[in-house]
T-cell receptor, first 117, second 113 residues
């Protein structure tokens, strides 16, 4: 079945450091890929998405590129802030958005990011 | 605008009891999905409903059931609770099936003693 593997946390960085959170996936067909973020005390929020190979999703300074050849969707940010401290989840949808399939998301286990001054 | 609202936010039950969790989607959203998030893990898909019909079911036992009402709100029911059912139950809504973008509530935290 479908699965998502992401690096274990916590990841602790100093403010303005470069961030990479690795994510790889296993899926049949052509999934859509997502990064969701969970800030302390809040619900999960969609951070960015990509629907096909070589697409780059971006939002709030975060970027991730859909790499079909390496089945990866690594999250990056050039300069993190304390306010980025949260748990980040990589996820895939078992049917591509464009095919009008279901919303079932398969999530990774999450990576906690802590940014310190 | 109100986001996805869930109730109750916290509850404690004992083994063998039954629980009903409720969810109100964002206004205009017709699809509701339910996820279980065990501490330290990612959310696991339980159900998806669209226009009051079940559109997907995850790998959960028949003790778990759900339904969607004409106003698009939803209930998740769990019978014969086990200790392992202790988790955060998340409801998510979306405009339609297949958009890929889910809006999550803050969840209902269930503790089974």
């Amino acid at each position: 079945g479908d699965s998502v593997t992401q690096m274990e946390g916590p990841v602790t960085l100093s403010e303005e450091a470069f961030l990479t959170i690795n994510c790889t996936y296993t899926a049949t067909g052509y999934p859509s890929l997502f990064w969701y973020v969970q800030y302390p005390g809040e619900g999960l929020q969609l951070l960015l998405k990509a629907t096909k190979a070589d697409d780059k999703g971006s939002n709030k300074g975060f970027e991730a590129t859909y790499r079909k050849e390496t089945t990866s969707f690594h999250l990056e940010k050039g300069s993190v802030q304390v306010s980025d401290s949260a748990v980040y989840f990589c996820a895939l949808s078992d049917r591509g958005i464009l095919t009008g399939g279901g919303n079932k998301l398969t999530f990774g286990t999450g990576t906690q990011l802590k940014v310190e001054l | 605008d109100a986001g996805v609202t869930q109730s109750p936010t916290h509850l404690i039950k004992t083994r063998g009891q039954h629980v009903t969790l409720r969810c109100s989607p964002i206004s205009g959203h017709k699809s509701v999905s339910w996820y279980q998030q065990v501490l330290g893990q990612g959310p696991q898909f339980i159900f998806q409903y669209y226009e009051k019909e079940e559109r997907g079911r995850g790998n959960f036992p028949d003790r778990f059931s759900a339904r969607q009402f004409p106003n698009y709100s939803s209930e998740l029911n769990v019978n014969a609770l086990l200790l392992g059912d202790s988790a955060l139950y998340l409801c998510a809504s979306s405009l339609a099936v297949g958009t890929g973008e889910l809006f999550f509530g803050e969840g209902s935290r269930l503790t089974v003693l």
